[in-house]
């Protein structure tokens, strides 16, 4: 009799722990499926582009307002049937300028959806352009730059062009990507840029690089105008700072919006656009069109 109650207790025992160990492998099984859909959505979310917005005292009080739209790191990624979504969003803003801040065509992609997109704001916008690392990785920067200019695109390489709005005049500075010229060569071309804009005007250089803002501290920009770091793909949330960063390494501290630097120059860095150009995926960290406006 007390071996009958001691088999049945044991086997008892043994359901109970085969329940246990079940209940534990689904439990398991839930925590790693919620946390796959986590990932799997807010990936899916960060793909979905946004528009970002600052404001930065730069004009006399009594001036109208002027409006900048920063599109950046394009990377001919595709925005709708002939760039329409993309299009849409920028023409709703208004812009009074556009800046075209590098890599808005891609090394490897078709540039079609990049094409698309250049066409349609340089035959509303005054527009103004610099090359990326990604342009010159292509190859065709010569073909690039003749292909902007006939577009009526102002291509910057040390140089700058004046624009008046009403009593405001604001010179538009750019400098090549520093990716095939030696640095200090880059550092001519930032040099003239800065020499040719004119002290009394707000000043405003257009790079695809925000990690040399220490070279940038030694002028008097009033504003720089940045993108190439993609918020480092995974942008931390809270602390705004990017998980990895070409050429500024991890947590990343200029990814995102508006800073001001040392010198008091603001420079402002745009998230950009690319999406299935890059491998890694962006999460927590949406494409952006950055909408700058001065007053």
Not at 139 to 158: R, T
């Amino acid at each position: 009799m007390k071996k009958a109650e001691h088999e049945k207790k044991t086997e008892h025992i043994k359901k109970t722990d085969r329940k246990k160990k079940k209940g534990s492998l689904k439990k398991g099984r839930l925590i790693f499926y919620g946390i796959l859909v986590f990932f799997i959505l807010s990936w899916i979310w960060s793909w979905v582009p946004v528009t970002e917005r600052i404001s930065i005292d730069l004009i006399p009080e009594d001036a109208e307002p002027v409006r900048i739209v920063l599109i950046t790191d394009l990377h001919s990624c595709y925005y709708g049937r002939e760039q329409r979504s993309l299009i849409r969003r920028v023409e709703k803003e208004d812009p009074d300028i556009i800046l075209l801040g590098g890599d808005i065509f891609d090394d490897n992609l078709d540039n079609g959806n990049s094409m698309y997109f250049v066409e349609a704001m340089a035959a509303e916008y005054s527009c103004f352009y610099v090359t990326g690392n990604h342009e010159y990785w292509s190859g065709k920067v010569p073909e690039i730059k003749e292909y902007l200019e006939s577009l009526g695109v102002n291509v910057l390489a040390g140089d700058c062009r004046t624009l008046e709005f009403g009593d405001t005049l604001i010179d538009i500075c750019g400098v090549d990507d520093p990716t095939r010229i030696r640095h200090h060569g880059w550092e001519d071309q930032l040099k003239a840029a800065f020499e040719a804009a004119d002290e009394s005007h707000v000043r405003i250089l257009l790079s695809h690089r925000p990690e040399l803002y220490d070279v940038y501290e030694q002028y008097d920009f009033d504003l720089i105008c940045a993108g190439h770091a993609h918020a480092g793909q995974i942008l931390i949330p809270f602390v705004n700072r990017g998980l990895y960063v070409p050429d500024q390494g991890t947590m990343a501290e200029y990814v995102n919006g508006l800073y001001e630097l040392p010198n008091g120059s603001y420079m402002a860095v745009s998230r950009g656009l690319a999406r299935e150009s890059t491998p890694a995926p962006r999460y927590f960290n949406h494409p952006e069109v950055l909408v700058i406006d001065l007053y």
